[in-house]
């Protein structure tokens, strides 16, 4: 962020408008399509439009659904949904979250004590006093 302030820069809350903008859709119910909404690196929720569908499929991927909107319509839409920022052709996109499966390190084994893979472990055996 700038300390200082020139006269051409302009402000951040002006809103220039896009026009028709590609807007990425989400399969709903029967035969409707719901916007969907993304979220900044800071966590704001933001809706995303694209000026090209080029510039789409270069960030969701090919075969991506998308609607034709305007940027007043897209912004109308999506205030009530708590996105009140609209972000225009983003440059990157991360891929979806997928689980990692987590392996325990082994520890020291003694010599013949390899586990039956057959076998399931047991309960504990409980000791009364």
């Not at 916007?35 to 960030?59: N, W």
């Not at 390190?105 to 000791?127: F, K, Q, S, T, Y």
């Amino acid at each position: 962020m700038c300390l200082f302030r020139y006269e051409d820069d302009p402000e951040p809350e002006e809103r220039v408008p896009a026009g028709l903008l590609y807007v990425p859709v989400r399969p709903g119910s029967c035969t409707q399509a719901v916007i969907r909404l993304f979220r900044t690196p800071l966590g704001t929720r933001t809706a995303v439009g694209f000026t090209r569908p080029a510039r789409l499929t270069a960030v969701l991927g090919a075969g991506h659904p998308y609607i034709r909107l305007s940027e007043a319509a897209l912004r109308r839409m999506c205030e009530p949904l708590g996105a009140d920022l609209v972000t225009v052709d983003p440059a990157l996109s991360a891929p979806p979250v997928t689980p990692v499966p987590v392996r325990m390190p082994e520890g020291p084994r003694e010599p013949g004590a390899e586990p039956d893979p057959g076998r399931r472990p047991g309960p504990l055996p409980v000791r009364t006093v």
